[in-house]
């Protein structure tokens, strides 16, 4: 895990299931510092045990605090989460925009922080008034409400990619022991299925052949077979076009 990550401060959390949901959040999303501000139904909670699902180390080394100040007296940087004007002058940011600010500051030594506010009523505005920014998602503004473990998901997913290697989603095909298909075994595998379906008749028009074999080419190049894959399908055409001649034979 990120020893820079931010800290998640719980302020006023109502149910040690939301706790425990939350923990798993974090983990999920290399965080690991949880501190807890007056939670409703006292510390330790086993009702957040049970719903952290082996997020325990988050669990067990959750700190808890009598204000909210208290809190966040060692940060330097701190976020707070709300859907709703406050009325504040105050930055606001998406959560990715404050998480690559928090990558820039954390690179820098800064000790970063998020507050969350209760399930029922969100962050007081004394407690926003901490802040530096707001962090808003740009959610259905019809319907924008979030429970606790989405809120930090959503923030520490955002604040996990950014620190991330590129995504490569080609990545999955190459693992193990198989290889994407070259396209000369992929021009292999259109010449005998073209040249069977020729045999069978499947092109009725000269005329729409040549748009009918690019429709299928492209059928096939879109997904990104292996090697395995080409043969298997070269099997299949095979086989089917021994039955079609036992068929035409009997």
Request: one cysteine or more; aromatic letters at 6%.
């Amino acid at each position: 895990m990120d020893g820079g990550a931010p800290a998640i401060v719980l302020v006023d959390p109502q149910l040690g299931e939301n706790i425990g949901m939350v923990a798993r959040a974090m983990l999920n999303c290399g965080l690991s510092d949880l501190r807890l501000v007056r939670p409703r139904d006292g510390w330790p909670n086993p009702a957040a045990i049970s719903a952290a699902s082996g997020a325990l180390a988050v669990i067990e080394n959750a700190r808890l605090f009598e204000t909210t100040g208290e809190a966040v007296a060692d940060l330097h940087a701190v976020y707070a989460t709300t859907a709703r004007p406050r009325g504040m002058n105050k930055r606001v940011l998406t959560p990715r925009m404050a998480a690559a600010e928090m990558r820039v500051q954390t690179t820098a030594g800064t000790r970063c922080g998020i507050l969350f506010g209760k399930e029922s009523k969100g962050l007081h505005n004394d407690d926003i008034a901490l802040a530096d920014a707001v962090v808003n998602a740009p959610l259905n503004p019809a319907f924008c409400s979030l429970n606790l473990a989405q809120g930090v998901l959503l923030v520490g997913y955002e604040w996990h990619v950014a620190g991330a290697p590129a995504f490569e989603p080609s990545a999955f095909l190459t693992r193990g022991t198989r290889r994407l298909a070259t396209k000369e075994e992929l021009l292999g595998f259109f010449d005998h299925i073209e040249r069977e379906l020729d045999a069978c008749g499947f092109f009725t028009s000269a005329d729409k052949r040549p748009r009918m074999v690019r429709n299928l080419r492209n059928i096939f190049q879109r997904s990104q077979l292996t090697e395995q894959e080409v043969r298997t399908l070269r099997g299949v055409v095979a086989g089917l076009t021994r039955a079609w001649m036992k068929r035409k034979r009997a």
